[in-house]
């Protein structure tokens, strides 16, 4: 099969989260034999990788046609979406979003497909939806819903008690839902990675085909041999994301304060965050802010991964991560959603601080608790999230796109 990819997150060495998973998702794509065109926006300290299978958007920049091109650098991707100017309502902001100019890109798209004779079209990301009014006709489509940013801003004014805030994300969500569901009418399909989403979705598109398919992950199996001992709490984050950033600060105010004389190892922070963030931190040797990490494996060898996210939605991949290198965590309910993993047996879930601190805890002194969990946790991700099988599951949906 000829499958075109088109995502606004991939990089060559990814850190972790959509880029890790994107990474691996089209290489598996690749090595199960199929033919995959990748375009995607790349980082500007990326060197490019040559082949007729990867075009980074950034090199049709040279084109004739790329007048309008994206700016290369992926972790700038919300700045450039919103333009130079501030919107002045909640329509403007919704549309610079969502409503990325493609029409530069439509002769080379088109050249594209026709010259590697495209199956079918894989679009990722609700800021690339827009790319399908360029679509060559016939070619059957498909735009995966990752994370919606209505189902997010919903759930963010729920943790808003101030009526005037909570409103003005409510109205957000709902134009955010209203525009969302108008791109995705054109694509033959929507693939969602949790249930909650693919109720949205067959809510708002019921004439549309919506399918469940979970992302896969590559284990290692030299993880099973690390020693078993907490030497690190671990916070896998992109400082860019909203929701990344609410989670850290909830765990420094509520849960930092009843951990931090009782932690005996030191507290990981990835990714790139900002000042304000850095000054919003306890003062504490045992913070400790990672930046980028280029071993991940490595880094992660005698973890304790934390994921207290708040609101959300789509699946986080560092719970996937964490559990496939062999690191227990712990977690929201939010953090947790969508993930196949069963509470107190492959995971442990806490919403309350109280709780959530003394989950840490155990992890770290009790060995055999935190040895359980990981095995475990190996186990339901060989099971559920093994990257063939996903990408089998992945193909069996595109299969039967094209039959229709």
């Known amino acids: 099969m000829n499958i075109l990819v088109i995502t606004g997150l991939y990089d060559e060495q990814p850190q972790s989260g959509g880029s890790f998973i994107m990474k691996h998702y089209v290489q598996g794509l690749i090595d199960a034999g199929h033919h995959v065109v990748l375009m995607y926006d790349t980082t500007a300290n990326e060197q490019l990788p040559t082949g007729n299978n990867i075009i980074s958007l950034s090199q049709l920049k040279n084109s004739f046609y790329a007048k309008q091109g994206l700016l290369s650098k992926v972790f700038n991707k919300v700045s450039a979406l919103r333009g130079t100017k501030e919107p002045k309502d909640i329509e403007s902001e919704v549309r610079q979003y969502l409503y990325r100019n493609f029409k530069w890109l439509r002769t080379d798209l088109h050249v594209l497909c026709k010259l590697h004779n495209i199956d079918i079209i894989q679009v990722d990301f609700p800021w690339m939806m827009n ?6 006709q016939g070619i059957p489509s498909v735009f995966v819903s990752h994370e919606m940013q209505a189902v997010r ?106 951990l931090e004389d009782k932690l005996q190892i030191p507290f990981h922070i990835t990714g790139h965050y900002s000042e304000e963030v850095h000054a919003l931190a306890p003062k504490s040797d045992k913070i400790v802010w990672a930046g980028f990490v280029p071993n991940l494996s490595e880094f992660m060898a005698n973890s304790i991964s934390i994921v207290p996210i708040l609101l959300g939605s789509g699946v986080r991949i560092k719970i996937l991560e964490s559990m496939a290198l062999g690191a227990p965590v712990v ?62 599951q992945r193909v069996g949906i595109f299969k039967k796109l094209l039959t229709k």
């Open 131 to 136: 790319v399908a009014s360029v679509f060559p």
């Open 153 to 258: 801003l919903e759930r963010e004014a729920g943790l808003n008690s101030a009526g005037e805030q909570k409103n003005a994300l409510l109205k957000k969500a709902n134009a955010f839902a209203f525009h969302e569901a108008l791109l995705a009418k054109n694509y033959s399909a929507v693939l969602t990675l949790t249930n909650v989403e693919k109720v949205f979705w067959e809510k708002h598109l019921p004439d549309k085909f919506v399918f469940n398919s979970p992302m896969g992950i590559s284990l290692q199996p030299a993880v099973e041999k690390r020693p078993i001992q907490a030497e690190k709490l671990v916070y896998l984050s992109n400082g860019k994301h909203v929701p990344n950033v609410n989670g850290l600060l909830f765990f420094f105010k509520d849960v930092w304060p009843l």
């Open 331 to 392: 977690s929201t309910s939010m953090g947790a959603e969508g993930i196949m993993a069963e509470q107190g047996r492959d995971i442990l879930i806490a919403d309350e601080p109280v709780r959530f601190a003394e989950l840490i805890l155990k992890l770290v002194a009790d060995q055999d608790a935190y040895k359980q969990i990981r095995e475990n946790a190996l186990a339901q991700v060989a099971v559920h999230y093994q990257l063939e099988e996903t990408i089998q």
